[in-house]
T-cell receptor, first 115, second 111 residues
Framework: NAGVMQNPRHLVRRRGQEARLRCSPM?????VYWYRQLPEEGLKFMVY????????ESGMPKERFSAEFPKEGPSILRIQQVVRGDSAAYFC?????????????FGSGTRLTVV | QQQVKQSPQSLIVQKGGISIINCAYE??????FPWYQQFPGKGPALLIA?????SEKKEGRFTISFNKSAKQFSLHIMDSQPGDSATYFC??????????FGTGTSLTVIP
């Protein structure tokens, strides 16, 4: 049973380009969460999705960032017109139901570097 | 505003010693408190979790102590081993969808 799969593991983008981060949840998990981790800091919540629905996007920056979890395929976190401050590790997590009952399973993350 | 405050930032413990990491929270609506372990280049992995209706939970060498009145909880690692060297994060959640993480504790266990 594969865990949460994130790709790519490392992504380098120039300022102004777009970054697309992909996340395939664990089999049987229908809840997906995205977190951002800056160096020497904890994880910050960005967005919570279920299939075809954004449930809570209170942690998403208002501009340039978007997320989706389509009926088929992985969840995508999209960052348009990246800036140096977007450089961070982005982690996806999944759970079979609300995570407060069982906790999350995290992927290994995508490390985004904006040059 | 940091919803969950974690200390210390770093910790060095001798092999066989006890590692203690502390967290404090403000929001009394939090109802789930997990601890995560993260190795370099990896995602955080759930270590142990507790709900506020119990004061202590033990799994192997790992114990969570929970003080509801003080709004504090801590992780104790007994008989610490070099393989325990990692970054540990406490977290808190209400209703399960969004977790608030502490800033992490870098633990080094020296042989």
């Amino acid at each position: 049973n594969a865990g949460v799969m994130q790709n790519p593991r490392h992504l380098v983008r120039r300022r102004g380009q777009e970054a697309r981060l992909r996340c395939s949840p664990m089999k049987g998990h229908s809840h997906v969460y995205w977190y951002r981790q800056l160096p020497e800091e904890g994880l910050k919540f960005m967005v919570y999705l279920q299939k075809e629905n954004i449930i809570d996007e209170s942690g998403m920056p208002k501009e340039r960032f978007s997320a989706e979890f389509p009926k088929e395929g992985p969840s995508i976190l999209r960052i348009q017109q990246v800036v140096r401050g977007d450089s961070a590790a982005y982690f996806c997590a999944s759970s079979p139901r609300l995570a407060g009952e069982s906790g999350y399973t995290f992927g290994s993350g995508t490390r985004l570097t904006v040059v | 505003q940091q919803q969950v405050k974690q200390s210390p930032q770093s910790l060095i413990v001798q092999k066989g010693g006890i590692s203690i990491i502390n967290c404090a929270y403000e929001n009394t609506a939090f109802d789930y408190f997990p601890w995560y372990q993260q190795f370099p280049g990896k995602g955080p992995a759930l270590l142990i979790a507790i709900r506020p209706d119990v004061s202590e939970k033990k799994e192997g060498r790992f114990t969570i102590s929970f003080n509801k009145s003080a709004k504090q909880f801590s992780l104790h690692i007994m008989d610490s081993q070099p393989g325990d060297s990692a970054t540990y994060f406490c977290a808190a959640s209400k209703s399960g969808n969004q977790f608030y993480f502490g800033t992490g504790t870098s633990l080094t266990v020296i042989p």
